[in-house]
């Protein structure tokens, strides 16, 4: 990273500290604000007035989060104003009805408004990327039914038994062991100016987190701090994954000194192409600030068992301290850490040798990516407001075999010497993000 880029985020990082305590410290907004919203707000209070005799509960929530993204990718560097999907703008709502004394049903519907998306970003350099980009989605839709004894079972677009297992953390609210910003980017090669690969950054730094989907779930009543789900339903239609099962066990407990949560979990589909072991353990003590996160995973697909590979996994590491510097909230400040081994191996790799067109050059055979980074988050907490800025450094080494004369011989179509290893010279990806979460 250049010392302006360093410079530029620091700066941000300083207006935004300064501007926003200024900004919460304002007690009357201006009045047209107020009464663009008016219909708006006499309808809702009508409606909550209409459903408080028939015992049913009605609640809304939201947040914004706009953040600044420089980037790197090794062959290009560039500003963009995202939607940050680490936490991303959204906005729902739950609704219940009391059946009987500990007995409640409802719906929650939640919609995010994510253009452009974080995670979607890539080089415009690139002209073999598709440009696709999501502008709202759906986040969560589905019914529940709780029971103070019995527990809950829900159905519909959700989170799978082992979703957000992977990014429990008492630290960091704006950063854990998912890529959030150089998913879409595609990794270039230093073999000349623009030239690009179809392998991109979130293929080999796996999401880590089980995407939502339309799941039926299955939550036991919290016995002493723990928490056992299961699930069972469809694979993500975008990807690769095929209908699924997992199992998965949280734990939390806060104490006088400690407090600690984290969780464990298995996901199997039912053809048996994706086995998946992963969890998550944050602890932080309470007199000092200090704190310490992990994450880790393990899985076997398809693809690796193809060529005979171990199976991919990663790690992940954050640590840093918790303080309250500011009267308006605590500040955050941490470093992190982590290793990604082997995801999308046996898939083909694709190259643009300047010509706008991909090209089969072979087979991914090794992949490994080092990541590090450094941020800092100070809230409002009055107000719902974060800001924060942290930097990130990806480094990848990618391994392949070319294609070879006899294509029927592998799945791929592509052929080749699995011993007949080639180390491919890819570039980084470095980023610096600063920005801003309010919720309300």
């Known amino acids: 990273m250049s010392k302006r880029w360093v410079a530029f985020s620091l700066a941000m990082l300083l207006v935004l500290v300064v501007w926003a305590p200024m900004s919460v410290a304002q007690s009357q907004a201006p009045e047209d604000l107020f009464d663009c919203c008016a219909g708006l707000d006499a309808k809702v209070a ?30 290009h560097s560039k500003w963009s104003f995202v939607d940050n999907t680490t936490s991303s703008t959204r906005l729902g709502f739950v609704t219940q009805t009391n059946i009987s004394p500990g007995l409640v049903t409802g719906v929650r519907i939640e919609g995010e408004f994510i253009w452009p998306a974080s995670y979607q970003e890539f080089d415009p350099a690139d002209v073999t990327h598709s440009h696709k980009m999501t502008d709202a989605d759906l986040r969560q839709g589905y019914w529940f039914i709780s029971d103070d004894h019995l527990g809950t079972l829900s159905a519909g677009h959700q989170w799978s038994a082992t979703g957000d297992l992977t990014i429990i953390n008492l630290g960091s609210q704006m950063n854990d062991a998912a890529p959030h910003f150089n998913n879409g980017f595609s990794l270039g090669l230093a073999l000349g100016p623009g030239i690009f690969s179809d392998l991109k950054w979130g293929q080999i ?73 992963k969890g998550s353990a944050s602890l932080l003590h309470h007199p000092t600030g200090l704190y310490i996160s992990l994450a880790g995973g393990a899985r076997q697909d398809a693809f690796s068992s193809l060529i005979g590979h171990p199976v991919a996994h990663f790690e992940y590491v954050q640590s840093g301290l918790i303080w309250k510097w500011l009267p308006y909230g605590n500040t955050t400040a941490y470093g992190d850490f982590g290793f990604y081994k082997n995801y999308n191996v046996g898939a083909l790799l694709n190259v643009d040798p300047g010509t706008g ?84």
């Open 205 to 277: 730094v796996d999401t880590v987190d089980t995407l939502r989907a339309n799941f039926v779930r299955y939550d036991i009543p919290l016995l002493y701090g723990f928490l056992l789900s299961a699930s069972v339903g469809q694979g993500e239609p975008d990807t690769a994954e095929k209908d699924s099962w997992d199992i998965a066990l949280r734990y939390q407990k806060d104490g006088p000194d400690f407090r600690f949560a984290g969780g464990i979990g298995y996901k199997d589909d039912f053809e048996g192409f994706l086995k998946e072991l």
């Open 357 to 440: 067109q991909l090209v089969t050059w072979g087979t991914l055979a090794e992949t490994e990516v080092v990541r590090w980074g450094l941020g800092a988050e100070q809230s409002f907490d009055k107000s719902g407001l974060l800001v924060y800025v942290q930097s990130h450094n990806y480094q990848p080494a990618i391994i392949g075999f070319p294609c070879g004369s006899n294509p029927s011989q592998y799945a791929n179509h592509c052929g080749g010497n699995p011993d007949n290893l080639v180390t491919l010279p890819m570039k980084p990806w470095d980023g610096i993000v600063a920005g801003a979460r309010l919720r309300f």
């Open 46 to 75: 009508a409606f909550e007035s209409s459903i408080s005799g028939h015992n049913i509960s009605f609640q809304s929530y939201g947040q914004v989060n706009r953040a600044l993204l420089l980037w790197d990718d090794g062959l």
